[in-house]
């Protein structure tokens, strides 16, 4: 248990250094029959990993969805991966991921596992503007020397889970603005990697009649920050003209939400932004480093009406 408890504040302690845990795996080949390709999840949503029990198939359960399992007395919802994905498992699905996104709980049945590789979020570039599938949010490149060709896509988990089960990811929209609390000309800046989560954020901000510019990547959003506090500082105001708040996602390919915010809070003419981390990385330890980085506050994803209360909070002690 001391070990347990000890590899789990190791793997806390890399979000002080942009640092993450990947946990890598295949699927099989696609249909034509090209090699098996390597996939990622972040260790901090893995819960368990486990071999392939048996599955019960409810009445009307359709592809990708398995069935369920019944695991230590709870039921889990069973998710055919390689389906989703387009793959085929030549040696069946022999494991089963159980991960927690975004208060819930469901498996992801795979081929095989292969590692657990230690990576910096540099080494993770956004897979929009490369050639990634509707799938897959980043590309991490396994080996620190660029030159080198062995990598893994990531998969946007919480893309795959509002496909496949909408009715548990809607989010109902906050129609009381807030956009009474904001300066003239003050915008929000929102990162994420996740294109659902984008999606739902953006929504989310034009019900409330917030401003904003949104970022697929911490670093992006970084560049956004110094370039407004340039601008501020050139027109000799403060940066709450020009900057009402920082919502960001914990995991994003190139810098995380953890390095951004801790950017922020270190920079003193930007440490009054206040930060707010929105991420389906549940859990106390993450929701106490949030607070050792400087964050104003952590919601977890996605339930529109806190997310909301804790916009119109912040924005509200931080004109206070």
């Not at 998710?79 to 494991?95: F, H, Q």
Request: charged share 25%; net charge negative; glycine share 6%.
């Amino acid at each position: 248990m001391d070990k347990f408890q000890q590899e789990i504040d190791e793997r806390t302690n890399l979000t002080a250094s942009n640092k993450f845990e990947l946990l890598l795996f295949r699927l099989g080949p696609d249909p034509q029959g090209e090699r098996s390709e390597l996939f990622g999840i972040n260790v901090f949503k893995i819960r368990e990993i486990v071999p392939m029990p048996t599955v019960t198939k409810a009445a009307g359960t359709m592809s990708p969805m398995l069935g369920m399992v019944n695991l230590r007395g709870q039921i889990i919802s069973v998710i055919d991966l390689p389906a989703v994905v387009g793959c085929v498992p030549k040696t069946g699905l022999n494991i089963l991921l159980v991960t927690e996104y975004a208060r819930s709980t469901q498996a992801f049945a795979v081929e095989s596992v292969d590692e657990i590789v230690r990576l910096e979020w540099s080494q993770v570039l956004s897979a929009e503007s490369k050639t990634g599938g509707n799938f897959v949010t980043s590309i991490a490149r396994l080996d620190a020397d660029k030159d080198t060709t062995r990598l893994a896509q990531v998969l946007d988990v919480e893309q795959i889970l509002h496909e496949i089960m909408p009715s548990e990811r809607e989010m109902k929209l906050e129609t009381v603005s807030a956009a009474e609390a904001l300066k003239p000309g003050c915008v929000a800046i929102a990162a994420d990697d996740s294109k659902v989560a984008r999606s739902l954020i953006e929504q989310g901000l034009h019900a409330m009649g917030i401003p904003f510019e949104m970022h697929m990547t911490g670093l992006s959003a970084w560049h956004k920050v110094q370039k407004l506090a340039q601008d501020a500082k050139r027109e000799g105001k403060p940066i709450s003209d020009k900057i009402a708040f920082v919502l960001s996602d914990l995991e994003m390919p190139e810098m995380d939400g953890f390095t951004l915010t801790r950017n922020i809070k270190a920079d003193d003419f930007l440490k009054s932004i206040p930060v707010i981390i929105h991420s389906s990385l549940s859990g106390s330890a993450n929701e106490d480093h949030v607070k050792n980085v400087g964050g104003d506050a952590y919601v977890a994803k996605f339930v529109a009406e806190e997310l909301a209360a804790t916009i119109r909070s912040v924005l509200h002690r931080s004109a206070a």
